[in-house]
């Protein structure tokens, strides 16, 4: 696998979940079209969603081992908690682009706390599922260069 794409709490309910902040696309949409364009450049992509921080680590684990060369990963509210996922991503040593739908600097001061900013390739933030997309270009020019 090139790419693996994870999401994580509560991202289950987009397109429901307080549309006016996330937007009204699911996740399901939003995974199709990473899927599409990451084919369309020549790459494989895994996606995974998880509401528990376990799943997630599983995935990172496993992602050491499997060869992904790239992540993409949306932790949600894991993003201002998880010092246990962040500490998966440096044991891979996987290039990784941090991802948030909605702009985490124009929200309550809690959410602009990350674990994973500092250790990341890049972070977007606030484009909505567009933001994948950015990360998806982020990922290929990265793949191709290494």
Known sequence: MDILLLNG???NMLGTRE???YGTQTLEDIVARI???ATDAGLS???HQDNSEVG???KVHAASKNGTKYIIINPA???HTSIALRDAMLAT???FTEVHLSNVYKREAFRQQSYFSDIAEGVISGFGAQGYEFALD???TYIKEH
Do not use: M, R
């Open 56 to 58: 997630l680590i599983d």
């Open 35 to 37: 899927g599409a364009l």
């Open 45 to 47: 992509i895994e996606h």
């Open 9 to 11: 709490p509560n991202l």
């Open 77 to 79: 509210a894991f993003t």
């Open 19 to 21: 549309p006016a902040q």
């Open 138 to 140: 982020a990922a290929i």
């Open 93 to 95: 040593g996987i290039a």
